[in-house]
């Protein structure tokens, strides 16, 4: 069972930049299309970004487009997020997941199998 380690969150302000990281265990972390999702107070949790397992293919839902960049480093089994422009709206716990099959897009979460634990990102107005 791969185990998948968020870091990188914190508090930062409105229109401020933070990397999050997520590390993962294996020898097949470059096998597998990776996201990223996050879930507010109150909130079910949505998809943020995803990656395919080679990182030619990104993708990133309409509230995050043009601030968020997904990439992946397969020699450190890492995928990031950097977060620029942030907004108060963004305030989540954000999760990192691995796709539950190999050398395919996943656009849907019930495609992730594998979850971190989650790193909390705070957004000061």
């Known amino acids: 069972q791969v185990q998948l380690v968020e870091s990188g969150g914190g508090l930062v302000q409105v229109g401020g930049s933070l990397r999050l990281s997520c590390a993962a265990s294996g020898r097949t972390f470059s096998n597998y299309a990776m996201g990223w999702f996050r879930q507010a107070p109150g909130k079910e949790r949505e998809f943020v970004a995803g990656i395919s397992w080679s990182g030619r293919d990104t993708y990133y839902a309409d509230s995050v487009k043009g601030r968020f960049t997904i990439s992946r480093d397969n020699a450190k089994n890492t995928v990031y997020l950097q977060m620029n422009i942030l907004k108060p709206d963004d305030t989540a716990v954000y999760y990192c997941?691995?796709?539950?099959?190999?050398?395919?897009?996943?656009?849907?979460?019930?495609?992730?199998?594998?979850w971190g634990q989650g790193t909390q990102v705070t957004v000061s107005s």
């Open positions: 997941a691995r796709d539950r099959s190999a050398y395919r897009l996943a656009y849907r979460e019930a495609d992730y199998g594998s």
